[in-house]
């Protein structure tokens, strides 16, 4: 059974940093495509960022680029995303992913085949 565990979730103050980490398990995802998505109250899921299976290829969103680092571990089968000068607006359930299929490069949700489960990153101001 495939098993996407984020951690590293928190409450920190506006220009604060959290450090997302998510370990999969059950298969190993060394050549899929590994992503952060965010999803706010009342607020559809979105793109954070995503690397490819060798780390050739990250993509950022506008709103996170120069703040957030993404970062993988295939040794460890996991995913990183150093958040850096964190903003109230950037609060939200961070999600990890995991490509639908090997080498398979995208931005969308279509894109991800596996999902944890969420963890709470909150910004007070």
């Known amino acids: 059974q495939v098993q996407l565990v984020e951690s590293g979730g928190g409450l920190v103050q506006a220009g604060g940093s959290l450090r997302l980490s998510c370990a999969a398990s059950?298969?190993?995802?060394?050549?899929?495509?590994r992503g952060w998505f965010r999803q706010a109250p009342g607020k559809e899921r979105e793109f954070v960022a995503a690397?490819?299976?060798?780390?050739?290829?990250?993509y950022y969103a506008e709103s996170v680029k120069g703040r957030f680092t993404i970062s993988r571990d295939n040794a460890k089968n996991t995913v990183y995303l150093q958040m850096n000068s964190l903003k109230p607006e950037d609060t939200a359930v961070y999600y990890c992913?995991?490509?639908?299929?090997?080498?398979?490069?995208?931005?969308?949700?279509?894109?991800?085949?596996?999902w944890g489960q969420g963890t709470q990153v909150t910004v007070s101001s």
């Open positions: 059950g298969r190993t995802f060394s050549t899929y495509t």
């Open positions: 690397i490819s299976w060798i780390g050739a290829d990250i």
């Open positions: 992913a995991a490509g639908v299929s090997p080498f398979r490069i995208g931005r969308s949700l279509a894109d991800f085949g596996s």
